[in-house]
């Protein structure tokens, strides 16, 4: 009988699994034994890890949108628009229902369907929503605000956590502060505050390094400040506990939150995230347990770091234990929680060298000290060409 694997999401995640199991079965798939399908409404990819440099000019759109059919392999079925749209999910039945009304059964299941921003969570954000984190637009946006801006005091909140990419924050200030003291070389006419929501700004020694960065840079930093309102005819904000700032920009990270179909199939935890074993990546939840069910990406357990570097390794162990499955050989690849975070704490300009780093650990390795280079950023800028012909398609 034919083996169907249905995998939520042709985002990065989702997409490096379907194209190393189309791969790796392209036999199985030609006999009529395997059949992959990848389901999602949009059609298009987005790295929304170039949201960040796209307010400096650093990408354009175009560097980071593909047409998801040139970076899925052929052998994989996919669907988009009204048939690639999930409206819910029955693990018991192994059922899938779409938009469109049709109904997809499966053996193997993925979701990786990603994390959605939710700024009504947090009263009054959704009227000053000024964000890069969200969308091509949103970032665009942000960048034209900061060109028009000519002095005053430009306020980085981090509603809540977790987050999608949650170094991302801090680059942008890092970012930030380079544009306007060597492109606009007008720093001194503007007041930088980061608001971070927790104490602690990722791993010790990557805090240890931010934090010295921000302090020389002469960015204020409040921390375990999380959001509570936003007032924008009076340009002023407030943390839950009642601090109050006053504000000429705001720019927010929104609270996140998974898919609300995925809460409404009852799928979810009480936190609003999708439970799973942390080492095997196989669902555990609300809806029962269920070793054909495998949770990677955004949409994640709260306590699973959620980068594209953690999403990579995931993608690559829950590939590999597919493969053992449909092989039947039993054989279980751990996800040790590899991770990771780039940083960024100087752009290239014409009078200045860019600096970054890629910090990575896992469940029990922290972070070594480590220093940012002008090689790092070197690499860094170059990967974002590099995702969509090697990483998203599951090459290493």
Known sequence: MKEKVLI????????????KLAREFRKKIAKDELEITILDKSDTSINQGGFTFLPFGLYTPEDIIRKRKKLISPRVNTAFGDDGEVTSVNLNNKEVAVKSG??????????AMGARAD?????????????FYTSIEGAMQVGEKLRNLEKGDIVISVASMPIPCPGAPVKFAFLLDSYLRNIRKNREQFNLTLLWPMEPIGPPEFNKLVSGLLKEKNIEVKRSFPLGKVDASKKELSSKEGETINYDLLIAVPPHKPQKLLADSGLTDEKGWIPCNKTTLQY?????????????????PADILKTGIGAHYQALVVSQNLINEIYGNKIKVPYEGETGCPIITEMETPVSAGEAYIATWNYGVMPAPFKPTKMGWYMYRMYYYLHWDMSVKGLF
Request: no cysteine.
């Open 8 to 19: 939520l999401g042709a985002g990065y995640a989702g997409s490096v699994v379907a194209n």
């Open 102 to 111: 049709k109904k997809y059964i499966y053996n193997y299941l993925v979701i």
């Open 119 to 131: 700024a009504d969570a947090v009263p009054g954000l959704a009227n000053e929503l000024n964000t």
């Open 284 to 300: 555990r939840g609300p809806a029962g347990n269920h070793d054909d069910v495998y949770i990677l990406g955004d949409n994640g």
